[in-house]
C-alpha cells in the first residue's frame, strides 16, 4: 500500500513538473534550398564558316561530313535563299586557319572564312547585356522558320531535335551540350512561369518519360522547334494540349 502511495506522489509530482517547464518553441519551418542560378555557358573561341549554297539540303550535307570528323557545325540562313556552314571552336586565330587549310587541302571546303569571337552574328550587333542576348537568340531561332530540319541526331529513344537549339546557341558564341538530356540536366530549373525569351523549354514525347525533345522559348508561351528530321522548323505554344501533356520542365543558361 505504501509503495502505490509513493509511485502516486511520483507521478503527481512529475505532472506538476511538466506543467511548469517552459514551452518547447515550434520547430522551425524548413528551410527551402536555394534556386541554382544559371549556369555560364563556356564561350566559343574562333570558328570557321564555309560554303554558300542556294539549297540547304547542301549545306546539311557539308554539316554532317563536318560532325564525321569531329567538328560541331550547324547550318543557317546567312540571308533568304543562302545557306552556310560554321564550324569548329579553336583557341587562336592561327589555330582555326591551320585546321581551315587542311580541310580545303582534303577537298572537304573551299573558301572560308575565319570568325573571330567578338565578331557580330548573322548581321546584328553584339549584345551588351545579357536582356540584349537574349534579344538575339530568338532572333536567330525565328531565322530558321521554314527552314527544313536535316540534322541527324538519332538517340537510343528515337529522333533527337536538339540541334536547333545547339544551333541557335552556337550562332551566338555560345557552347551548349548537344543532346536534349544533357542540356536538360545542364541548365538552371526555372518555372514556366520564370520563363523569359532565349530558354529552353524540354518535352517527353517518346513515351518513355525521358527527355527526347526541346525548344527554344520566344516569348508569350510560345516557342520555336523541329517537329521531326525533313519537317520545317516552326512555331508552337506551349498550352497546345500535345505539349502540355508531354512538358517535363524548362532550363535557362542566362543571367
Not at 547542301?58 to 556552314?85: E, H, Q, T
Not at 567578338?118 to 527552314?147: H, M
Not at 541548365?187 to 520563363?195: E, K, M, N, P
Request: aromatic share 10%.
Amino acid at each position: 500500500m505504501a509503495l502505490f502511495r509513493s509511485r502516486r506522489w511520483i507521478s503527481a509530482i512529475l505532472a506538476l513538473l511538466a506543467a511548469c517547464a517552459p514551452p518547447r518553441p515550434a520547430p522551425a519551418p524548413p528551410v527551402a534550398a536555394p534556386s541554382r542560378p544559371a549556369p555560364a555557358l563556356a564561350r566559343l573561341g574562333f570558328t570557321i564558316q564555309a560554303g554558300a549554297f542556294a539549297h540547304v539540303e547542301n549545306a546539311s550535307r557539308l554539316a554532317d561530313l563536318l560532325a564525321g570528323k569531329g567538328l560541331d557545325a550547324v547550318y543557317y540562313a546567312a540571308r533568304p535563299g543562302l545557306f552556310r556552314v560554321r564550324f569548329g571552336d579553336f583557341p587562336t586565330r592561327e589555330a582555326a586557319r591551320v585546321r581551315a587549310e587542311a580541310l580545303r587541302a582534303a577537298g572537304v571546303i573551299q573558301e572560308f572564312y575565319l570568325v573571330a569571337p567578338e565578331e557580330p552574328i548573322q548581321d546584328r550587333p553584339l549584345p551588351a547585356d545579357a536582356e540584349g542576348l537574349r534579344a538575339n537568340l530568338v532572333e536567330t531561332a525565328r531565322s530558321y522558320l521554314g527552314v527544313p530540319y536535316l540534322w541527324g541526331g538519332a538517340s537510343a529513344a528515337g529522333f533527337d531535335c536538339s540541334g536547333l537549339a545547339m544551333a541557335v546557341y552556337r550562332l551566338n558564341g555560345l557552347r551548349l551540350p548537344r543532346a536534349s538530356s544533357e542540356q536538360y540536366h545542364a541548365g538552371a530549373r526555372i518555372s514556366q512561369d520564370q520563363l523569359r525569351p532565349g530558354d529552353l523549354v524540354f518535352f517527353a514525347t517518346t513515351g518513355t518519360g525521358e527527355v527526347s525533345h526541346v525548344g527554344i522559348y520566344i516569348g508569350d508561351n510560345t516557342f520555336i522547334h523541329a517537329p521531326g528530321r525533313g519537317r520545317a522548323i516552326t512555331r508552337a505554344r506551349l498550352r497546345e494540349a500535345y505539349f502540355r501533356e508531354r512538358f517535363v520542365g524548362a532550363r535557362s543558361f542566362l543571367g
